[in-house]
Each structure stands twice: as structure tokens, then as C-alpha cells.
């Protein structure tokens, strides 16, 4: 296994469960974006910041026999305030807001969907299987004649403040509302209040899956840089060569193809967003709910900046709060650049979170503050820091796109690098998927 991320580490204990010997390789620390980082004393878990699809984690453990080591629990206001230019909006929306009807009609219009939404994430795409053919119809008969999210949900007849509110959710797949699958305009409404987080720490998941990586046996090794890998047999940075029966890769389609000396090629205008992760030691509360989403102003002027490798005028923003810890994350363009927190653009649009939240005090009330931008995750192997990897056009993204799980005879991809989307449902259903086709 090439990279000890939670993609790998994932599917590195459903391969030791069906009684495969695993070696896992990682260049830094098992984790990925998932690790945890000290800030004023503080202790932050990085990475994924919600839990959301919890029975797709649940398919998982079932797979494994295992029993739920985490306590997971609902995040106070769901998915949190959303700030617009046209008005702010919690989602969901709440009874008696001059919205809550629309809402309502929202979700009925996504409602078909949900009982096929763990189908869609844990079962690989194949058309001769009743289960996978049965939630794609689902899924099409939602989405009509759409094939982005933008276009869906301007057939909504939503007003405006509730229709940017839902298309900022397009960046779950890394993508601008124009270019993301319409699957991402409906996610908030599949959600609905449902979203969690472990009770202690998103680093809990971390935990959990190196336990079961190691009462199976898998040997998880750490700073283990591979440089060069021929057919089956990989080349460590220090010389050292070993042969496998079969390769899985979990790190980046374009790094992978550097490793076998090819090339996928990474234009920055066809990269997903990369970003800007600040992590704050608070020394006094602040005036915000758990979560708060700052909408970019105009998202065709985000998505021109973005392909252009340009930073925004103005960029989505997700603020996470749980004194004493705040974290602040600044969406970018994929160009693998240095962003430090005083920055003049990271200053701008901190300046525009404080009037947008009406919260004059964000930028002074940190004891410590330690800052993860694109060129932290370009060094995790994704071009220029790109979160998601590579963007695909809306008719080849989602469930419907042939995904390349199987690159030759004994290799095999896993990651949300091949799984469309980013989070810990694609990252465990991507697992799921290439452990069934591997086993068949």
C-alpha cells in the first residue's frame, strides 16, 4: 500500500482481514491530512472537520466485524450558518424562518435519494448490479436533464441567499458550482442535520484505524519514501527494493504516474482547490456558533481566479469553533505556494470574516496560531496542494464516471484521488469499493 493516509489505512485492514499480508508505505506519518498539530498548548486534529454518511462507516465496521470505537456526536446547528451576499441562512433551515417552506420543498425534491445514498458511496459502479443500477435511477431521476450543480438548483426557484447557500457545497467535490456534479447540490438536503464529529476529536478515526491495522497484522511503515516503483516492485529513498504480489496505490493518480516514470500531466486550470488552514488558541470565547460558511461573493469571478491559479477577490471560508480552539479555512487555488497567516490576501479575507460575521475581534484573540497552506498539501503528493487531485467534467464525476481503481493486472487506486469528491464517506466507500473488486 502507497500511502498511509485514511484511504490506505482504510483498505490496508479490509485486505489483512481477508488474509493478505500488508505493508503499508508512507513518505511522513501515517494520516494524511488527518493528524494532529500543537497550537498554545492545544492539541488540533487537522484534516476532515466533519463526519458526516455515518452508516457508510458503519458498512465498514461491518465488513471488519468490528464494533464502533468512536461516540460520535451531532455538531450543535447542523451544517452551520451560511453567509451570503444576498443574506445569511442556517442549514437546515429553521421552523419559522422566511425560508423554512422553500426548504421544505428542497427537501422533498432530494428525498427519492436518501435511502440509496450508502449504496451510492460503498458500491463500485457497475450496471449489471441491481443495487448500484437501482440508486443510480434514483439519483437521475433527481437530477433531470442537470449536469451541474449550478444548473439544478436554478430549476429550484430558490431565493437567491438559499440557492448560494446550497451551491457552496459544490466544493466538496473541489469544484465551483458550474463545474461540480448536480450529486453536490444536494447533499445539504441528503445531510439535513445529520453531521457529527467523534466526541474526542476527529483524531479518534485516526486512531481507530491503526488499531485494526494492527491486530491484523499490517505493517504500517512511516517515513518510507518510496522514489521509484517497477511493475510490482517498489524503491525506497535509502536503496532499498522489495517485490509484492499486488500494489494498491492511495496517494495521487499524478504522483503515482511519476513513480512509474509516466506522465498524467497537472494543468493548474484542471486542479481542484487546494487551501489556506489556520488553527487558533483562543483566549476568550467568540460570539459564533460551531460552524460558520462565507460564501464567495460571485462563484463565476472564484472559478475564473481558481483555473487561472489566481488568488480570489473573495473565497469560501469555513469557520469551525469550539473554544478554546478556532479553525479558519481559506479555499485557493491549487498552485503548491507558500500562504503565511499575514499574508495581505489571508489579512483581506480574515478582515471580510470579521465583518461578514460581525466578529471585530478574530484576528487578535489567538494566544498561538499555526497556518497549513497549499504547499503543506502539495507536499502530501497532490498537484499543487489540489485537495481533490485532478477535476473531471460534470458528465464523468460522481457515481457514473469509470473510475480507474484498476491501473494494471496486480495495481489497484484508492483514495479520493480516484474517488470522486473529498471527505470521510468517499474516503471509506472508496475502500469498501476497491476491496469488492479486488476480492471478485
Known amino acids: ?111 427519492p435519494l436518501r435511502p440509496h445514498v450508502t449504496a451510492l458511496l460503498t458500491t463500485p459502479p457497475d450496471l449489471g448490479d441491481p443495487t448500484f443500477r437501482r440508486a443510480s435511477w434514483a439519483l437521475l431521476r433527481v437530477i ?98 522489495t517485490r509484492h504480489d499486488v500494489v494498491v496505490s492511495a496517494i495521487d493518480p499524478v504522483r503515482l504516474a511519476a513513480l512509474r516514470n509516466r506522465s498524467l500531466g497537472s494543468p493548474v486550470a484542471r486542479r481542484t482547490v487546494s487551501g489556506l488552514a489556520l488553527y487558533v488558541a483562543l483566549t476568550r470565547p467568540l460570539p459564533l456558533p460551531a460552524t460558520s460558511i462565507v460564501a464567495p461573493d460571485d462563484f463565476t ?35 503548491g505556494r507558500s500562504l503565511a497567516p499575514d499574508h495581505p490576501w489571508v489579512q483581506t479575507q480574515l478582515h471580510r470574516l470579521e465583518r461578514m460575521l460581525d466578529t471585530p475581534g478574530l484576528r487578535s484573540t489567538g494566544v498561538d496560531t499555526v497556518g497549513l497552506s497549499p504547499d503543506h498539501y502539495a507536499a502530501g503528493g497532490h498537484p499543487g496542494g489540489a485537495i481533490y487531485g485532478l477535476g473531471l467534467p460534470p458528465w464523468r464525476a460522481g457515481p457514473f464516471h469509470p473510475q480507474p481503481y484498476r491501473v494494471a493486472r496486480n495495481m489497484w487506486q484508492v483514495g479520493t484521488g480516484v474517488h470522486p469528491g473529498g471527505g470521510i464517506p468517499a474516503i471509506l466507500g472508496g475502500a469498501l469499493m476497491v476491496d469488492t473488486l479486488m476480492a471478485r
Not at 148 to 177: F, I, K, M, V, Y
Not at 182 to 193: D, K, V
Not at 317 to 333: E, G, I, K, Y
Open 144 to 241: 433531470g436533464p442537470h449536469l451541474t450543480a449550478a444548473s439544478w438548483l436554478r430549476d429550484q426557484n430558490l431565493a437567491p441567499a438559499l440557492e448560494h447557500a446550497l451551491a457552496t457545497h459544490a466544493l466538496n467535490a473541489g469544484l465551483a458550482p458550474q463545474e461540480a456534479p448536480a450529486l453536490y447540490a444536494l447533499i445539504p438536503g441528503l445531510l439535513n442535520a445529520e453531521v457529527f464529529a467523534p466526541a474526542l476529536g476527529m483524531g479518534t478515526l485516526l486512531d481507530a484505524l491503526q488499531d485494526m491495522n494492527g491486530r491484523r497484522g499490517v505493517a504500517v511503515r512511516e517515513a518510507a519514501e518510496i522514489v521509484r516503483l517497477r511493475d510490482t516492485t517498489v524503491t525506497l529513498a535509502c536503496g532499498e527494493a
Open 1 to 111: 500500500m502507497i500511502g498511509g493516509g485514511l484511504a490506505g489505512l482504510a483498505l490496508a485492514a479490509l485486505l489483512a482481514q481477508r488474509g493478505h499480508s500488508v505493508t503499508v508505505y508512507d513518505r511522513d506519518r501515517a494520516g494524511g491530512k488527518l493528524r494532529r498539530e500543537s497550537v498554545g498548548g492545544l492539541t488540533f486534529d487537522t484534516g476532515p472537520s466533519l463526519f458526516t454518511f455515518p452508516d457508510v462507516w458503519r458498512a465498514y465496521l461491518a465488513r471488519l466485524g468490528e464494533r464502533d470505537p468512536l461516540d460520535l456526536r451531532p455538531i450543535p446547528g447542523g451544517l452551520g450558518m451560511h453567509h451570503t451576499p444576498f443574506g445569511s441562512v442556517a442549514l437546515p433551515v429553521p421552523e419559522g424562518h422566511a425560508l423554512f417552506h422553500q426548504w421544505q420543498r428542497y427537501l422533498r425534491a432530494v428525498a
Open 301 to 335: 469571478t472564484f472559478r475564473e481566479a481558481m483555473r487561472a491559479g489566481a488568488l480570489p477577490p473573495t473565497t469560501l471560508a469555513l469557520v469551525h469553533h469550539a473554544f478554546p480552539r478556532l479553525a479558519v479555512l481559506l479555499s485557493t487555488p491549487a498552485t
